[in-house]
């Protein structure tokens, strides 16, 4: 281990997809913060050289600003900056908003209803169809000029790309993440919930050691399985509490599809299952129970459709915040408070730091769920350090919900063979072992349809 910590003591970070508005901003926050980073070196990947450009110059303003010793490279070609890297991470999508928007409207037109379209169902199943060629070359790319990197896939479907990767390029070593469960953020906010804290602020170390929560399932699609205080089980107290907000919640607002009733929707799982599901604006659009395909109970609606529109102008203001910075319009000071650590890059500084602090990754189970397979592709807490994540025990999934983990997971197997192969076949099975595909003919029609309208970014092999 401390000859690992040697090699990485001025660690390369590269991120493939620069652009990501998400996390390449936040990528630059911490590499400069983080004292375990800042003397190692960056190095930010886009295909949109204005936009690599863009990003390169905050983080060359940022650097300035602070005084740091971290070098910086750029490049509109991965294969530049990959000697030497440490970490690589995966953060790109072909026009996402345009796509997103087309799978969901043309899915819509044939009975399903998808509030994010990433994930499952066919938004997410073509989503990998777009996204994961290119991680495989990447990953490619990743053996032949820096094959200790760690590989981290951040692009959804996670669980399908964190799959096809483990699958297809076992010769790297990588994971998956979400940024869903965020620790510690996510057990500060279910402590506070459960009222073991009034405030997320009030959150200690002290306390986060006797709350043992306990989440797992396939990424989003992830459940509480536990939540224990002091031996008082606080699972009543987080459902009661999710109760309260639905009495009381809006359908949403300007936060869109993935906000409306989640609360209401995240409850009434609760009643049925008895665990709290932990990403309902994702999980939501698992169930059939709001695909409109009958009786819905009140006052929650059959899901809304993903907004394509309100997604562009929620894009065109992140950049313009990055053109102000560049700019000079606002002080890159203020860049200071503006941004803050993600998920990745705190993973990243815990394996090179050995800070010994624990992270939610999609990794395999290796036994972490006890009636699950070793090999099932779970998001999980995880020890990690530069050895990677070891997943720690969280005890059986239940009944009912047992099943429905395991449909989701075929469906994203038999998805990332399809797209690694290049097979109708298996692209017809995955979509019609995808929990949201009720008719033979309607997801036959969907595939078509969708083949069709995404030519212009689908491997050439699905037209030949």
């Keep these: 281990m401390a000859n690992k910590m040697q090699c990485v003591q001025h660690p390369?970070?590269?991120?493939?997809?620069?652009?990501?508005?998400?996390?390449?901003?936040?990528?630059?926050?911490?590499?400069?913060?983080?004292?375990?980073?800042?003397?190692?070196?960056l190095a930010l990947v886009d295909t949109d050289e204005e936009r690599v450009e863009k990003m390169a110059k905050l983080a060359e303003m940022v650097i300035a600003y602070t005084g740091v010793s971290l070098a910086l490279e750029a490049s509109t070609d991965r294969k530049d900056v990959l000697n030497g890297a440490d970490f690589v991470v995966l953060s790109f999508a072909d026009r996402s908003v345009h796509f997103r928007g087309m799978d969901c409207q043309i899915a819509e037109k044939y009975g399903v209803r998808m509030c994010s379209g990433d994930t499952i169902g066919p938004g997410g199943i073509f989503r990998a169809m777009r996204e994961f060629p290119v991680i495989l070359e990447c990953a490619r790319d990743v053996e032949a000029l820096c094959p200790?990197?760690?590989?981290?896939?951040?692009?959804?479907?996670?669980?399908t790309n964190g799959i096809g990767l483990c699958r297809h390029a076992p010769q790297i070593r990588s994971f998956a993440l979400c940024d869903s469960l965020h620790m510690p953020h996510v057990k500060r906010r279910y402590a506070t919930r459960a009222g073991i804290v009034a405030d997320e602020?009030?959150?200690?170390?002290?306390?986060?050691?006797?709350?043992?929560?306990?989440?797992?399932?396939?990424?989003?699609?992830?459940?509480?399985?536990?939540?224990?205080?002091?031996?008082?089980?606080?699972?009543?107290?987080?459902?009661?509490?999710?109760?309260?907000?639905a009495v009381t919640e809006t359908d949403g607002g300007d936060k869109g599809a993935k906000a409306k009733f989640n609360s209401a929707i995240g409850y009434t799982l609760y009643e049925i299952y008895g665990y709290v599901p932990v990403c309902v604006a994702h999980t939501k659009e698992y169930m059939h129970f709001w695909q409109g395909l009958g009786v819905t109970p009140e006052p929650i609606p059959p899901l809304s459709i993903w907004e394509t529109e309100p997604r562009y102008e929620r894009h065109a203001a992140m950049w313009q915040q990055v053109d102000d910075f560049v700019s000079g319009a606002v002080p890159i000071a203020d860049c200071m408070t503006t941004f803050g650590p993600d998920h990745a890059t705190d993973i990243i500084e815990t394996m090179v730091g050995g800070l010994g602090k624990q992270f939610y990754v999609n990794t395999f189970n290796d036994g972490a769920v006890a009636n699950m397979a070793d090999d099932a592709f779970l998001e999980l807490l995880c020890h990690i350090d530069m050895d990677g994540p070891r997943p720690r025990p969280v005890g059986e999934m239940p009944r009912g919900l047992r099943g429905l983990q395991e449909q989701v997971l075929d469906a994203h197997e038999l998805t990332a063979e399809a797209v690694a192969t290049c097979d109708r076949g298996l692209l017809r099975r995955a979509m019609l072992t995808d929990p949201l595909l009720s008719s033979i003919a309607d997801a036959d029609a969907i595939v078509r349809e969708l083949l069709e309208a995404e030519r212009d970014a689908l491997p050439a092999c699905w037209f030949e």
């Excluded at 998400?22 to 190692?40: C, D, E, K």
């Excluded at 200790?148 to 669980?159: G, L, R, T």
């Excluded at 797992?216 to 009661?240: C, S």
Aim: hydrophobic content about 45%; charged content about 20%.
């Design 12 to 41: 390369k970070l590269v991120v493939i997809g620069a652009g990501s508005l998400f996390f390449g901003r936040q990528a630059i926050w911490q590499m400069v913060h983080s004292p375990y980073l800042n003397t190692g070196t």
């Design 201 to 245: 602020a009030d959150h200690t170390d002290e306390i986060a050691a006797r709350f043992d929560m306990r989440i797992a399932g396939v990424n989003h699609f992830t459940w509480m399985l536990k939540a224990e205080y002091e031996g008082q089980d606080m699972m009543p107290a987080i459902a009661e509490s999710i109760r309260r907000d």
């Design 148 to 159: 200790d990197a760690w590989v981290i896939n951040y692009i959804n479907p996670a669980a």
